[in-house]
Structures are given as C-alpha cells and as structure tokens.
C-alpha cells in the first residue's frame, strides 16, 4: 500500500479533563504522560471521547495547540476536526494542519444526513485544504449516516485520505470494505470488543476508550496478534470484555470519564447534554474494575 501509516496498533481516543472553569489543562497534560509512558501508539484529541462536539472554536484549537506542544513528536497525534458543518471541518483541517498534528480523524457529518455523494463531496473538500493525511470515521448510532464500502472505494483515490475508523457494527458491511478497500485504505476498529476480530481481517488496529484507562493492557492485545499469538490476543479481548460492556453501558464518554474521575485522571464532569453516570451501573463498573485489580 502506497498510503501513509500514521500509526500501527492502538490509538487512545483520549477523554478531555474539564470542570465549570473549562478545559483542565493541568490533568490533561499527566493523562498524555501516563499514555505515552503506557507504550501506547498514538493519541487522538478531541475526538467523540474527547468531547469534541461541545468544544467551542477558541477551546478547540487551544487544546489541539496545548496536545501538541506536550505530546511533541513522542507519538503520533490525530486532531478530531469532524464537524456537521463542512466549512467549520474545512477550518479545523486547516488549523491542525498549521501547528504540525500528524493526522486528522474525520467524524462523518451528524444530524445532516448527508447521502453518500455528499460524503464523497465533503471529505474530498476537507482533503484538499489538508496536507496531513485523514482517517475516515464511520459511526452510524452516533450520526445517523453510514459509509458505504463502495464510498470507500472512491475515497479510497484521494491520495491523503488513508485509513477508516470503523464502528458501524455490522459485520457484513465491514468485510465488504475489507474486500473492497482493504489493499487500499488502513483500517482501524472503532469497537473495543471487535478488536481481534478486524485484526483478522486485516486491521491494523484500534482507536479505542478502554486504552484510556488501560493503555499498556490494550496495545498488548494488538502486539500479541502482531506476533502470531493469535490466542492470547484473543484470551485479553475475552478477559477485558466485561469492562468493555461495562464502558458502554451508557453513551461514551460518560463511563470512561466516571473510570478515569474514579482512578483520579480527573474530575467526573460532562458538559449537557450529557450528564454523570447511573449509579447502579457505575458501581457494576467499579466491581468489574476492582475485579480485575484496576485502583
């Protein structure tokens, strides 16, 4: 394949510490030191997880500003610049293109509905105000638009556009994009529980939410494929399963940001529309996680 690699492995969707004064910059800066120092891959800021979405311009570009000066080259970093609006997206790219990121994670426009010639349209108008290379992101539950493998193909000829974070769930759909575009574009699990799964397929890896609280435990499942020990990368995706569903048993970010409040990462906070975890299903959570000796 003749598309850059940004990065091989796993990439940590990276939750955004925030409190009522806004984003907490002290907290985010030990997260992206514990991730690095973890061994993970690469690190991906404002992102789903990360709380993109009700970032404002001026808080968006201050934190992509802010990662990048403290992640500096010892990983890769990927800005999330997806955006409803095709211009705003245009001028996020353009921004994190500026201040030297290493990659884009382009979510698909929400609420819009785009139909799959204005997916085409948009990503193409993203990449072309881009000189770094993009990671389409296809999540379906979240946006309300799925990218069809044949949109794939023709995206596929767009020359930074690189890879696709999958997480639309089906499994047909993905290995008609594996068999479409497989040869042409990277693939990365948008699902922490299909890891092993899209490495069989040919994956080459996962952007993931259990890798913010388990950055070395997450990257070992990759490795242990990576080196023909298909069962034991299969055994950790089967020991971590339960925490994975525990994960999302409410909307992401909401667990993983009561996970990493409760591990001392920072503060339980979200902004509305979303709010604090159910409090039964966070103390199941925190069992699991006692369970496997995470404190």
Request: aromatic share 8%.
């Given at each position: 394949?003749?598309?850059?690699?940004?990065?091989?492995?796993?990439?940590t969707?990276?939750?955004?510490?925030?409190?009522?004064?806004?984003?907490?910059?002290?907290?985010?800066?030990?997260?992206?030191?514990?991730?690095?120092?973890?061994?993970?891959?690469?690190?991906?800021?404002?992102?789903?997880?990360g709380?993109?979405?009700t970032?404002?311009?001026?808080?968006?570009?201050e934190?992509?500003?802010?990662?990048?000066?403290?992640?500096?080259h010892?990983?890769?970093?990927?800005?999330?610049?997806?955006?409803?609006?095709?211009?705003?997206?245009c001028?996020?790219?353009?921004?994190?293109?500026?201040i030297g990121?290493?990659g884009?994670?382009?979510?698909?426009?929400?609420?819009?509905?785009?139909?799959?010639?204005?997916l085409?349209?948009?990503?193409?108008?993203?990449?072309k105000?881009?000189?770094?290379?993009?990671?389409?992101?296809?999540?379906?539950s979240?946006?309300?638009?799925n990218?069809?493998?044949?949109t794939?193909?023709?995206?596929?000829?767009?020359?930074?556009?690189?890879?696709?974070?999958?997480?639309?769930?089906?499994?047909?759909?993905?290995?008609?994009?594996?068999n479409?575009?497989?040869?042409?574009?990277?693939?990365y699990?948008?699902?922490?529980?299909?890891?092993?799964?899209?490495?069989?397929?040919?994956?080459?890896?996962?952007?993931?939410?259990?890798?913010?609280?388990?950055?070395?435990?997450?990257?070992?499942?990759?490795?242990?494929?990576?080196a023909?020990?298909?069962?034991?990368s299969?055994?950790?995706?089967?020991?971590?399963?339960p925490?994975?569903?525990a994960?999302?048993?409410?909307?992401?970010?909401?667990?993983?940001?009561?996970?990493?409040?409760?591990?001392?990462?920072?503060d339980?906070?979200?902004?509305?529309?979303?709010?604090?975890?159910?409090?039964?299903?966070?103390?199941?959570?925190?069992?699991?996680?006692?369970?496997?000796?995470?404190?």
């Amino acid at each position: 394949m003749n598309k850059e690699l940004i990065f091989k492995g796993v990439g940590t969707a990276l939750i955004t510490p925030t409190n009522e004064k806004g984003v907490d910059y002290e907290k985010l800066e030990k997260l992206i030191e514990f991730q690095i120092s973890e061994g993970i891959n690469a690190i991906i800021i404002a992102g789903t997880t990360g709380e993109g979405s009700t970032l404002d311009d001026k808080e968006h570009k201050e934190l992509l500003s802010f990662a990048k000066e403290k992640i500096n080259h010892r990983v890769p970093m990927i800005a999330g610049t997806g955006s409803n609006d095709t211009n705003y997206a245009c001028s996020l790219a353009k921004y994190s293109c500026e201040i030297g990121v290493d990659g884009l994670l382009v979510v698909t426009p929400y609420y819009n509905k785009a139909t799959q010639y204005g997916l085409i349209q948009s990503y193409t108008a993203i990449a072309k105000v881009s000189n770094k290379p993009i990671i389409l992101y296809n999540v379906p539950s979240r946006t309300g638009v799925n990218i069809e493998p044949e949109t794939y193909l023709e995206l596929s000829k767009v020359d930074n556009i690189v890879g696709i974070k999958e997480a639309n769930g089906n499994l047909t759909k993905i290995m008609d994009a594996f068999n479409l575009v497989g040869d042409k574009l990277y693939i990365y699990s948008g699902n922490d529980d299909e890891i092993v799964p899209f490495l069989t397929m040919g994956g080459m890896g996962v952007i993931s939410v259990l890798s913010n609280m388990l950055p070395k435990q997450t990257v070992e499942i990759c490795d242990k494929f990576f080196a023909g020990d298909v069962k034991a990368s299969r055994d950790l995706q089967i020991k971590y399963l339960p925490l994975i569903r525990a994960l999302f048993s409410e909307v992401n970010p909401i667990p993983i940001k009561s996970a990493m409040a409760k591990l001392g990462y920072c503060d339980n906070y979200l902004r509305l529309p979303l709010t604090p975890m159910d409090k039964a299903k966070e103390e199941k959570m925190f069992k699991i996680m006692n369970d496997l000796g995470i404190k």
